[in-house]
């Protein structure tokens, strides 16, 4: 595959999908009203449009490694900014950080050694700590693969709770407007799970029947 294939999808969208959606592409020519910032991982095979069903306009989006939000002030930068600006410009609704299973940077928190020469990486990952150290106390005879979807969901409670530490997040947390969700997402089967603080575990997300089935139904 080569930007080939990527132009020829350009070529694609101008033809066929642009006309298609002029007048929604002409409205957002001018303004946006995001229904929810969606912080996941950059990893090639998460699209969360796709994953949701939304449509250009519907997400903000903050894709970084690992779905990982930084405690505030301790590393201000692009992460941090698109939360502001999200939550206190855009006025989102709601946020979801969206974990994934097979996450290349959740091996990386197991197995530090392996990523040493790559100093950003190695600095990034220090924020996924606290979630490896939250797991170290569990029974230590989980296998990987169980214990690689524990850290991956025990890092996005974590990068949940520093979520809470940015001025804007926990403004709006006092107003009581805005809520936050914390997903897994599983490649292979589709399936999203979300975190219950009530039950303290991740369930399966609860979903809507979509908008055109609930207006037959009146
Ligand atoms: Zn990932």
């Not at 519907?58 to 930068?77: A, D, H, K, Q, T």
């Not at 692009?78 to 290349?104: F, K, N, Q, R, W």
């Amino acid at each position: 595959m080569t930007v080939d294939n990527i132009l020829r999808g350009l070529k694609r969208f101008q033809k066929k999908v642009y006309p298609k959606h002029r007048e929604l592409f002409h409205k957002l020519a001018l303004q946006q009203r995001p229904t929810a910032l969606f912080i996941t991982c950059a990893d090639s095979r998460i699209d969360p449009c796709l994953l949701t069903q939304t449509k250009p306009g519907e997400l903000f989006l903050c894709r970084v490694i690992g779905n990982i939000v930084p405690r505030y002030p301790e590393s201000i930068g692009g992460v941090s900014a698109t939360i502001e600006y999200a939550v206190g410009v855009l006025g989102v609704p709601d946020v979801i950080v969206c974990g994934h299973t097979d996450c290349g940077v959740m091996k990386g928190v197991l197995n530090p050694e392996a990523l040493k020469p790559l100093a950003n990486v190695s600095a990034w990952l220090a924020h996924a700590q606290p979630a490896r150290e939250a797991l170290a106390k569990r029974d230590s005879d989980l296998g990987d693969p169980e214990f690689l979807l524990a850290l991956t969901e025990r890092n996005v409670i974590e990068q949940l709770k520093n979520l809470q530490t940015h001025p804007a997040v926990a403004a709006r947390l006092e107003q009581r407007n805005l809520k936050l969700y914390g997903w897994v997402y599983d490649i292979g089967r589709g399936i999203v799970t979300t975190y219950s603080s009530r039950r303290q575990k991740f369930i399966r997300v609860r979903t809507v029947k979509p908008r055109k089935m609930a207006r037959a139904r009146k």
